[in-house]
């Protein structure tokens, strides 16, 4: 597509609940990088894929989050049993290759744990 | 791991006046330095970027930026502001060494008043 497109834009859930947010990258991007943006903090790094893989997860802050990408296009993040203090906007980015050149950026998927 | 600091969470500025967006960076290794911006409701916009060379860098929409390793800062500067310049600005990092993760500052608001 044109640009980086995420979904939803907006999710409200409940505290326990699971949920799935969804990035779909410009064509041809190789590269993939997830970010968290908590209110009134910078952006949070999350974890970036390489084509399917993932060579850094670092900064998935706990083991209720995952992710996973395939074909090299979409990507899912998932993130279970919901707590309050997982409520943000969730970025997704994509690159042609990897991220010296810049990323482009979706609009966000807001999350709201209640 | 880098931290960058935006000094200045608003800035509060008259149109067709000058601005300068403060960063400074954590660390002196090599690094490619980031502007992005946010406009209301949009996502993230690559504004300008230093990977090498000239540490005068030009962007979009008439903004420049000046690398500057031994004072470790990277700040945004635009000599006359418009209306449409009212958005949040982000400076990021990235080491060379590990350039798939980019460390972001908190965030700049920049308001223009008529």
């Known amino acids: 597509g044109a640009g980086v497109s995420q979904s939803p834009s907006n999710k409200v859930t409940e505290k326990g609940k699971d949920v799935e947010l969804r990035c779909d990258p410009i064509s041809g991007h190789t590269a993939l990088y997830w970010y968290r943006q908590s209110l009134g903090q910078g952006l949070e790094f999350l974890i970036y894929f390489q084509g399917n893989s993932a060579p850094d997860k670092s900064g998935l802050p706990s083991d209720r989050f995952s992710a996973e990408r395939t074909g090299g296009s979409v990507s899912t993040l998932t993130i279970q049993r919901t707590q309050q203090e997982d409520s943000a906007v969730y970025l997704c980015a994509s690159s042609k290759r990897t991220g010296n050149y810049g990323y482009t950026f979706g609009s966000g998927t807001r999350l709201t744990v209640v | 791991a880098q931290s960058v600091t935006q000094l200045d969470s608003q800035v509060p500025v008259f149109e067709e006046a000058p601005v300068e967006l403060r960063c400074n960076y954590s660390s002196s290794v090599s690094v490619y330095l980031f502007w992005y911006v946010q406009y209301p409701n949009q996502g993230l916009q690559l504004l300008l970027k230093?990977?090498?060379?000239?540490?005068l860098v030009k962007g979009i929409n008439g903004f420049e930026a000046e690398f500057n390793k031994s004072q470790t800062s990277f700040h945004l500067r635009k000599p006359s502001v418009h209306i449409s310049d009212t958005a949040e600005y982000f400076c990021a990092v990235s080491d060379r060494n590990n350039f798939n993760k980019f460390y972001f500052g908190s965030g700049t608001k920049l308001n223009v008043k008529p």
């Open positions: 230093y990977l090498s060379g000239s540490t």
